[in-house]
Structure formats: structure tokens, C-alpha cells
């Protein structure tokens, strides 16, 4: 770590009170020294990868961190902060800030960074010590783990007088100990451990040294695989079969999980193994005292890592169905966008070109038209499988892929679609969920997860799609398709109301999700109706909103924002015009009574608007930059500008309505005499 981090930066007087501006106050020492070439875009991914999951630990830590392509060279910064900042943590705010920066893939970088520093950080000694050093390259030192060698002390005579002294009593006890008589020393309980977390960037390793230390006060043998994002080195099978039980402590799948199978398991969130590591080998030393022990497939589903155990079956079922979406909208984006640069070049006829394996050339426009179309539409005869898979998996991993797949791929060919596909996957997961709980005996277990389970589950799925709910979820989306093509006048225009509420209410969350999932069901066909382009129109549309007006307001207004708030208003105005809704979500976290209902507000105009004026879009993503693709582009544009411009103008008068926020300060070029002139009150020393 000697070059990762040096004097330069370490500030032992962080003066920022907003998580934002600590990392960018420790951001701008990397881009002085050459480290960061880009120091909005640096942030942008480091409030990216805060968005995932708060980075503040309990003990005063926090560790906001990101792997970034504006970064030259992996680089450590060290800020300590007399009042705390708050990085959501538990237990309160954050004295000690760590900002981590690696280059993007540099995986290897990351492991040398964070095997070392995230593991110190457990240590009461070493933070306490970094608490009261006086001087940054001092801070530097220690968090490097410099260490001046001490001369070695020369052998006095009455030093070895006394080692001389000692050595026959000491050998006594040793012989005593030796003695045939001793009782045999008693076999410590083992546990071995999996951490791992989103990025792979410290959670991991911290867990791991929390679970490492708690087992050493209990007198317990922790045993850890740290899962990093460069990989991991599996644990030895015989560890594994002599451990008394096991821990997950994980906010992604575990890799390999059947090798655990068989033995008392605890399942939970990595922040979990880091705050109360105790507990949890407590818990699993109760599970083996009962005779607790998992079959098949142990623990939790991938998608159950940021919870605990005693999550309610909705919580659940929402976090199965946003696994499937998850994994389906990368091949929204990639065919749906190549379908619609294939209508594009090749006009609304390309759909009834030959296919370019009997007829292409290289010289006409529409036959690269009719390529881009006909790979456009084999990526989307992915979706209703991968929409199934990938539920089944979150409910129960990797078996649940293959008749979740079976299931999805059956669904398109009874023309059940996306409800169908809903359904399979559903079907899937719980069908192998209820195989798991079968006791197979030990010998039969290595087959299971290869054969038996896709066997048994793929017939079971597919007898029940073919056969017995395969006819009615087909009725049913017909209906609802037929439904869609019917809307018209002020029916279409209540749904794009209703739509852009769903769009604006969580800012890329589970609501946000839906609406766009049901967007993207309508144009994932070759030839979608005019109805279903209109919903995507409405839905993009009215996405774009939020980001583009905090964007806007913190320009019109800058007074009513923080200095951190204004900066993320510059890059809200990229993220908008890209159809990112999420760019909305730091002003949403700091001020959701204000910047959420006035949202909400603009998206339902804004969709409202384009189902009115008929815009139509193909494409399902993209946002400005599709515009040639859209139908009626200026009135669509005109939709998006009158609900940027009421979300502003709501957000400007319900901020003007309260106090100026303490950290507010006036934007360059805005008066300050106003706020001191309205307080007529005396202001207490």
C-alpha cells in the first residue's frame, strides 16, 4: 500500500458536513496529484456506488468507494472530521472517512488495497491510534502500516541470569503438561464463513475479519472465503466437512453455495458480519445444538441479501419478481434499440425483409437496416425466458434456472408472454424450493442440483404451462393487449397520468421499475401497435423529469440548494437527458417531502401530455439521443419541458417556503442580504 496513499492525501481537519463534499474534498488532493482525471465523473460513480448501499460502518467509519474509468492508478485518501458526517451508519456519524478509488477492472489493485485496510479498520487500536495521531504523514504511515524498526536490546548479564533462571521452571511445567496423565485438550467448534458485497470493494474483507475476531473471543475456529470481485480462493472441501456449521454473510449470491449444504447455516447481509459477528456465531452454534441442518441448496435466495430472515412473504415475493426485471432490461436496452435503428434506416417495412442469411448486401442501407432488425429481435425472444429464469434463480438459485427458462420459453410459444413468463418463473422457483426439502440421502446429493432437480422441475413446469394455466394467462394478456389498442381520448391520457406518477414515486425503485417493465411488455414484439409505443413515450418521458428539474432548479434557484446539491445538479442534466431517473436521487434522500410530491406532479403532466399529443417510441431506452426515433418528436419534447418546468416550479416554492438550510450557502452571483434581512428576532451568542 506504500504508493496508495501518501501525506498529500490525508486532511486531519475535514471541515465538509455532507458525505458529498467529504468525498469530494478528498477527491480534489487525487485529481492535484494526478490519481483522478476527471473529477465529476469520479463522483458521479462513487454517489453510484453509495446509492447501492450506504457505505458508513458502525465505530465512526466511513468507506465510500468506487471502481471508476477516471481513475489512473488505485489511491487511498484519508479524511478525519472533528463533528462526524453522516454515511448511514447505525450507530451515528462518521469521524474517520476513508475514499477508495480504483481503476475500472483493476480487481487486483482492490484486493491489495482492501485485504489490508478493510481488516485494520476492525482493529479498536488502529482507529484509536488514527484518532490521535497529530500529523498527516504520520496518518499516512500507520494507515500503511509503516513501522520503524526498533534497534534490538543488547543481552544484559541479568538478562540472561534471569532467562537462565526461569528456563527450569519453565521446563517443568512443560513436563507436567506432558505428562501421561493429561486430559486431551477439547476440539474447539468450527465455522467456516462466506463474505461478500456488491462491488467486492471492503465490506467483504471487512466482515471477514469481524467474523475472524468475534470467533476468537468465543473460542470458536472462523474459517473465511472472501468472495472479492477478483475472484476467490475456495476453501479446502475437507475445512468445509469438518466445520461444525456456517456462515453467509453476503449481499450477492454465493458462488459454489452446494458445497455448504448438510450443515447448521446462518444467513444474512455482509453489514450484518461486520456488526455483530456474536450474534451470529451464536445463532449457528444454536442451530448445530438443535440438529439444525440445511438440505439441498442451503440458505437464502440471491436476492434475500440486504434482509434478514423474518422478511414478510410480499417483501420477498417483490424482491424474486425485481431479480427477473433486473436481469431482462440489458436485453430491453440492446434488441429494443437495434430494432428501432433498424425502423430508423430502413423505414416501417424492414420487418418484412427476407432474412439476411439468404439475402445481404454489403453496400445497401437496407440491409444493414434488416441486420440490425433481425438481431434486435433475436435479443428479444430473450426476454420472457430470461424474465422467468432469472425469477426462479432468486427464489431458488441455480436450479431454478433451467425450468425457469423451459417455463419462460414455453410461455412465448403458447403466446402467454410477459404474464406467462411471470408465472413460469414463479412456478419454477417454488417447484424446486419444495424438491430441496425432500431428504435425499448423502450419496444421491452430488446429482441432485445436475440432474434430478432440472429433471423432475422442467416436467412439472412444463406439464402446467402446457396443460392446465397455459390457455388462461394466454386469454388474459390477450385481453390486455386488446385493452391497450382500445385506449384512446381521456383513457390513455388517465394511464400516462398514471404511469408518470409510477415513474416519479421512487426514482428507479421497485414502483419506477414496474411501470417500465409494463412499458417494455408492450414494444417487445416485432411489430408492435401504436398503443404500446405510446406507453413507452409516456413512460421515458416522464423519467427524464425529476433529474431535469433539480437540474434546472439548482440553476434558477441555487440559493435554496448546498453547495453539494448544486454540484449534483450539473451532472443531473446528463443523467436526465439520458433517461436515468436515479440522477434525481440525492435531492430526493435529503429533502423527500419536497422534492418527491413535486415530481410526481411534473411526471403525471409530462405523461399526461404525450399520450395526448400521440408520441410514439420504439425504442426503450435512450433517452434525448432516440428522439429522431420518436413519433411526433417536437410535441414530445414539449411534454417533457412543461412537467421539467412545473417540478421546478414546485420545488423552487415549497423550498422557499422553510428556512435556508444551514449548510445553504448563496450560489455565485446570488445575493445574501435577503435571508439576514427577514430574521427580525435577536440572535442568541
Same mark, same amino acid.
Not at 426476454?383 to 441455480?398: F, K, T
Not at 431517473?581 to 410530491?597: K, M, N, T
Given at each position: 500500500m506504500s504508493d496508495m496513499i501518501t501525506a498529500d492525501l490525508v486532511d486531519l481537519d475535514l471541515s465538509a458536513d455532507t458525505k458529498e463534499a467529504a468525498a469530494r474534498a478528498l477527491a480534489e488532493r487525487m485529481v492535484a496529484l494526478g490519481r483522478v482525471t476527471d473529477l465529476d465523473g469520479f463522483l458521479a460513480d462513487v454517489a453510484a456506488r453509495e446509492a447501492q448501499m450506504p457505505t458508513g460502518l458502525d465505530g465512526g467509519i466511513g468507506i465510500p468507494h468506487c471502481r471508476s474509468e477516471h481513475v489512473t492508478e488505485p489511491t487511498l485518501a484519508f479524511g478525519r472530521s472533528s463533528d462526524g458526517i453522516d454515511f448511514g451508519a447505525t450507530d451515528g456519524p462518521a469521524d474517520l472517512i476513508f475514499l477508495i478509488a480504483a481503476p475500472a477492472g483493476a480487481d487486483d489493485a482492490h484486493l491489495t488495497i482492501l485485504s489490508s485496510l478493510a481488516r485494520q479498520l476492525m482493529n479498536t487500536e488502529f482507529t484509536d491510534a488514527l484518532r490521535s495521531v497529530g500529523d498527516a504523514g504520520a496518518a499516512a504511515a500507520l494507515i500503511r502500516g509503516d513501522e520503524p524498526e526498533a534497534p534490538e536490546p543488547a543481552a544484559s548479564e541479568d538478562t540472561v541470569a534471569s532467562a537462565g533462571a526461569a528456563s527450569p521452571a519453565a521446563a517443568t511445567v512443560t513436563d507436567d503438561d506432558a505428562g501421561a496423565g493429561s486430559a486431551p485438550e477439547e476440539r474447539p467448534f468450527r465455522i467456516v464463513a462466506v463474505t461478500s458485497c456488491p462491488t467486492g470493494i471492503a465490506h467483504t474483507y471487512m466482515a471477514a475479519e469481524s467474523l475472524e475476531n468475534a470467533g476468537r473471543e468465543a473460542g470458536v475456529e472462523v474459517t473465511v472465503e472472501t468472495q472479492g470481485s477478483a475472484g476467490f480462493t475456495r476453501l479446502d472441501p475437507e475445512v468445509i466437512a469438518a466445520a461444525d456449521g456456517v456462515i453467509f454473510a453476503h449481499d450477492v449470491s454465493v458462488r459454489e453455495k452446494d458445497r455448504f449444504a448438510g450443515k447448521p447455516t446462518v444467513d444474512v447481509g455482509v453489514k450484518a458480519g461486520i456488526n455483530r459477528p456474536a450474534e451470529l456465531i451464536a445463532e449457528v452454534r444454536e442451530k448445530a445444538a438443535r440438529g439444525e441442518v440445511t438440505s439441498g441448496s442451503p440458505g437464502s435466495t440471491p436476492v434475500e441479501r440486504t434482509g434478514d430472515s423474518g422478511e414478510g412473504y410480499g417483501t420477498k415475493l417483490r424482491k424474486w419478481l425485481m431479480s427477473g426485471v433486473s436481469y431482462m432490461v440489458p436485453f430491453v436496452a440492446a434488441g429494443g434499440l437495434l430494432i428501432a435503428l433498424g425502423f430508423a434506416i430502413g423505414g416501417y417495412k424492414v420487418n418484412?425483409?427476407?432474412? %439476411?442469411?439468404?439475402?445481404?448486401?454489403?453496400?445497401?442501407?437496407?440491409?444493414?437496416?434488416?441486420?440490425?432488425?433481425?438481431?434486435?429481435?433475436?435479443?428479444?425472444?430473450?426476454? #420472457?425466458?430470461?424474465?422467468?429464469?432469472?425469477?426462479?434463480?432468486?427464489?431458488?438459485?441455480?436450479?431454478?434456472?433451467?425450468?425457469?427458462?423451459?417455463?419462460?420459453?414455453?410461455?412465448?410459444?403458447?403466446?402467454?408472454?410477459?404474464?406467462?413468463?411471470?408465472?413460469?418463473?414463479?412456478?419454477?422457483?417454488?417447484?424446486?424450493?419444495?424438491?430441496?426439502?425432500?431428504?435425499?440421502?448423502?450419496?444421491?446429493?452430488?446429482?441432485?442440483?445436475? #440432474?434430478?432437480?432440472?429433471?423432475?422441475?422442467?416436467?412439472?413446469?412444463?406439464?402446467?404451462?402446457?396443460?392446465?394455466?397455459?390457455?388462461?394467462?394466454?386469454?388474459?394478456?390477450?385481453?390486455?393487449?386488446?385493452?391497450?389498442?382500445?385506449?384512446?381520448?381521456?383513457?390513455?391520457?388517465?394511464?400516462?397520468?398514471?404511469?408518470?406518477? =409510477? =415513474?416519479?414515486?421512487?426514482?428507479?425503485?421497485?414502483?419506477?421499475? %414496474?411501470?417500465?417493465?409494463?412499458?417494455?411488455?408492450?414494444?417487445?414484439?416485432?411489430?408492435?401497435?401504436?398503443?404500446?409505443? !405510446?406507453? =413507452?413515450?409516456?413512460?421515458?418521458?416522464?423519467?427524464?423529469?425529476?433529474?431535469?428539474?433539480?437540474?434546472?432548479?439548482?440553476?434558477?434557484?441555487?440559493?435554496?440548494?448546498?453547495?453539494?446539491?448544486?454540484?449534483?445538479? !450539473?451532472?443531473?442534466?446528463?443523467?436526465?437527458?439520458?433517461?436515468?431517473?436515479?440522477?434525481?436521487?440525492?435531492?430526493?434522500?435529503?429533502?423527500?417531502?419536497?422534492?418527491?410530491?413535486?415530481?410526481?406532479?411534473?411526471?403525471?403532466?409530462?405523461?399526461?401530455?404525450?399520450?395526448?399529443?400521440?408520441?410514439?417510441?420504439?425504442?426503450?431506452?435512450?433517452?434525448?439521443?432516440?428522439?429522431?426515433?420518436?413519433?411526433?418528436?417536437?410535441?414530445?419534447? %414539449?411534454?417533457?419541458?412543461?412537467?421539467?418546468?412545473?417540478?421546478?416550479?414546485?420545488?423552487?416554492?415549497?423550498?422557499?417556503?422553510?428556512?435556508?438550510?444551514?449548510?445553504?450557502?448563496?450560489?455565485?452571483?446570488?445575493?445574501?442580504?435577503?435571508?439576514?434581512?427577514?430574521?427580525?428576532?435577536?440572535?442568541?451568542?
Open positions: 418484412k425483409a427476407p432474412s %439476411v442469411m439468404d439475402h445481404f448486401l454489403w453496400t445497401q442501407a437496407d440491409s444493414w437496416a434488416a441486420l440490425l432488425f433481425q438481431i434486435g429481435g433475436v435479443a428479444f425472444g430473450f426476454l #420472457v425466458p430470461v424474465l422467468a429464469g432469472y425469477i426462479a434463480y432468486g427464489m431458488a438459485d441455480r436450479p431454478g434456472l433451467v425450468p425457469g427458462f423451459v417455463g419462460g420459453a414455453i410461455s412465448l410459444t403458447i403466446n402467454a408472454g410477459f404474464l406467462g413468463g411471470l408465472a413460469a418463473g414463479l412456478i419454477a422457483g417454488g417447484v424446486v424450493i419444495a424438491i430441496q426439502k425432500v431428504n435425499i440421502p448423502a450419496a444421491l446429493r452430488g446429482i441432485m442440483p445436475v #440432474v434430478v432437480i432440472p429433471l423432475i422441475s422442467s416436467a412439472i413446469v412444463g406439464f402446467l404451462m402446457f396443460v392446465v394455466i397455459g390457455k388462461p394467462i394466454a386469454q388474459a394478456q390477450k385481453g390486455m393487449t386488446d385493452w391497450l389498442n382500445s385506449l384512446s381520448g381521456a383513457n390513455a391520457i388517465l394511464l400516462g397520468t398514471l404511469l408518470g406518477l =409510477m =415513474m416519479c414515486f421512487d426514482l428507479g425503485g421497485p414502483v419506477n421499475k %414496474v411501470a417500465y417493465t409494463f412499458a417494455t411488455a408492450g414494444i417487445a414484439v416485432s411489430d408492435p401497435s401504436d398503443s404500446a409505443m !405510446k406507453i =413507452m413515450a409516456a413512460v421515458m418521458a416522464a423519467g427524464m423529469v425529476p433529474p431535469l428539474a433539480m437540474a434546472l432548479a439548482t440553476t434558477v434557484r441555487g440559493k435554496l440548494f448546498n453547495a453539494t446539491e448544486r454540484e449534483n445538479g !450539473k451532472a443531473a442534466w446528463v443523467l436526465g437527458a439520458s433517461f436515468i431517473s436515479e440522477g434525481a436521487i440525492p435531492f430526493a434522500a435529503a429533502d423527500p417531502l419536497r422534492v418527491i410530491p413535486a415530481s410526481m406532479a411534473g411526471g403525471a403532466i409530462t405523461g399526461a401530455l404525450s399520450m395526448a399529443f400521440g408520441a410514439t417510441l420504439r425504442a426503450p431506452h435512450g433517452g434525448i439521443f432516440v428522439v429522431p426515433l420518436i413519433g411526433n418528436p417536437l410535441l414530445y419534447l %414539449v411534454a417533457i419541458a412543461a412537467g421539467v418546468c412545473v417540478t421546478t416550479a414546485l420545488v423552487i416554492v415549497l423550498k422557499g417556503m422553510r428556512k435556508q438550510a444551514p449548510g445553504a450557502t448563496a450560489a455565485p452571483g446570488e445575493g445574501t442580504a435577503a435571508p439576514a434581512a427577514e430574521s427580525k428576532q435577536p440572535v442568541a451568542a
